[in-house]
DNA sequence: ATGTTC
């Protein structure tokens, strides 16, 4: 019987293939020398030839979940355990130390691992892509200023300063891209994306992104607060009396939906050469290498971008109604942030620490364009990750929502009745029901939970007054195309291709 | 989410 066999060799952690001659020559040698013991063999082996280091698999045992939500109807509790079994799934990825669900935690789609919205993990030296979702940088702005005229004309004013929709134009001559001067578009990630970045300024684009127009009374207990917690600056721009709030959602349009697909592709291909069998939703980059901190450059540059977005909307509305900005807050929901070796990924998940000074950080958390957005403190509840939700979550899906709602008059009158208090425009002209109060959770349950976790400190409401959103086309994306002549196809195609070919020519992630 | 769709 042989000292070791080549199995035990690959049992060990040394690669099948050409190089196993040699190592069971070693092995041969340590025998000649009269060494009979197959585990000291095996110590010798390792000292005089080191095994490549051992390949990532998914874990056995997901890493440790924190709950900070507690469902109370059916249709929640299996929302719950739908999301729970997709964080479960996530949380077996070797690098990700554990994970949480937020208040308004929703599943989203059926793919293995996907993190559900209203999560957040913890992930040691990596990042994964499909963790902060391809809407990078989904965020919250808001503007405090003084108010100029009637609701109705604010937001008249609002409709010309911002676009929504699925078309993609440069708004006007006056709107610039104040970040596409900087010198980032060498980076991998970010080649060839300067233009749509330029085009794309002051959009706002689809779905759930909206403009909201609303008021706030800032009083002294609120000023307090701020001055007690280190936010001494932002209370001194403000005297006690009521303002007019600006607040926008949106992400990072086309711009971040290109950063991350590449993320994707660098993802994947990291974990195909150091792991196996890791689903594409749990790939990770490791931060430490030139791919890692290129990645995290481009994040940092999309954050820039779309901080600038929101601006770019709130100074041209300013400027239209002739009044000026008193102040400014706003966060990320969609990102990775870093603290030590740790990089949080949140997918709809409001960060909640402290910032480098101790400061309880703020954080803008609406609920559905008819509810206050909540103005909010950071707990630094370190069990939960230190987040808190990001909105009050969906409670049907699209699909859902319409069978609902089947026919055009049950579902006008369902719209009408739940925004009546509150100017709401369309811009692509019809209403989205799927947008609406009706299609979101209830708003009471998930400010409770904020609450009962421990997760944010409400300091301020937000009150509604109007709202503009997306709205619907009429036309879905697969409708569009089927509208294309054979030659528009042809053409899209075309382009398509040349793009792939230059993404692959590109593309040494 | 996305001038989409490896």
Redesign the pocket.
């Known amino acids: 019987m042989k000292l070791l066999c080549s199995q035990d060799l690959i049992d060990a952690g040394y690669e099948p293939g050409l190089q196993m001659k040699a190592l069971l020559d070693k092995v041969a040698e340590y025998e000649s020398r009269g060494i009979a013991d197959p585990k000291y063999a095996l110590k010798l082996l390792k000292r005089d030839v080191a095994p490549p280091p051992p390949k990532g698999v998914m874990r056995e045992n997901p890493a440790p979940l924190a709950q900070a939500i507690v469902p109370e109807t059916k249709e929640e509790k299996e929302n719950v355990e739908a999301v729970k079994r997709q964080m479960h799934q996530l949380l077996k990825t070797p690098v990700i130390a554990r994970g949480v669900i937020l208040p308004d935690a929703c599943p989203s789609g059926k793919e293995q691992a996907v993190i559900p919205v209203g999560g957040a993990i913890a992930v040691e030296n990596a990042i994964i892509p499909s963790a902060h979702?391809?809407?990078i940088c989904?965020s919250m702005f808001a503007t405090f200023y003084d108010e100029r005229s009637s609701v109705a004309k604010e937001l008249d004013a609002l409709m010309s300063s911002t676009r929504f929709g699925?078309?993609?134009?440069h708004l006007d001559d006056l709107v610039r891209d104040p970040v596409n001067d900087e010198n980032v578009w060498q980076n991998r990630f970010l080649t060839g994306?300067r233009?749509?970045a330029r085009?794309?300024i002051a959009?706002?684009?689809?779905?759930?992104?909206f403009a909201y127009l609303g008021e706030v009374d800032v009083d002294e207990p609120f000023l307090a607060m701020l001055r007690l917690t280190g936010h001494g600056d932002l209370a001194d721009r403000f005297t006690p009396r009521r303002y007019r709030v600006l607040v926008t959602h949106?992400?990072?349009?086309?711009?971040?939906?290109?950063v991350?697909?590449r993320g994707q592709i660098a993802a994947e291909k990291h974990v195909a050469r150091t792991a196996q069998h890791i689903p594409p939703a749990a790939a990770w980059i490791d931060a430490n290498s030139d791919t890692g901190r290129d990645y995290w450059h481009a994040l940092q540059y999309v954050a820039r971008w779309t901080k600038a977005n929101h601006r770019a909307i709130h100074q041209r509305f300013l400027e239209r109604i002739g009044s000026a900005s008193v102040a400014e807050i706003g966060n990320e929901h969609n990102f990775v942030w870093q603290r030590g070796d740790t990089f949080y990924h949140g997918k709809g998940a409001t960060p909640a620490w402290k910032d480098e000074q101790g400061r309880p950080q703020l954080g803008l958390i609406p609920l559905n364009m008819a509810e206050p957005i909540l103005l909010v403190l950071g707990g630094d509840r370190d069990e939960f990750l230190s987040f808190a939700p990001h909105g009050a979550g969906r409670n049907l899906s699209r699909t859902a929502m319409r069978k609902k709602f089947p026919d055009q008059a049950s579902r006008r009158h369902a719209i009408e009745r739940s925004t009546k208090d509150i100017d709401v425009r369309w811009y692509c002209g019809k209403p989205d029901l799927s947008?609406t109060p009706l299609a979101y959770k209830n708003a009471a349950q998930v400010r409770a939970q904020i609450g009962e976790f421990g997760l944010a400190e409400i300091i301020a409401e937000i009150r509604p007054l109007g709202c503009i959103m997306?709205g619907d086309s009429g036309r879905?994306?697969?409708?569009?195309?089927e509208e294309l002549t054979p030659k528009q196809k042809r053409q899209?195609q075309h382009?398509?291709?040349r793009?792939?070919v230059k993404?692959?020519l590109m593309d040494d992630f």
């Open positions: 979702s391809a809407d989904c699925p078309e993609h134009r994306l233009d749509r085009t794309q959009d706002q684009g689809d779905g759930n992104h949106h992400g990072s349009r086309s711009l971040g939906a290109h991350f697909k947008e997306a879905s994306w697969r409708d569009r195309e899209i382009r398509a291709e793009r792939r993404q692959d």
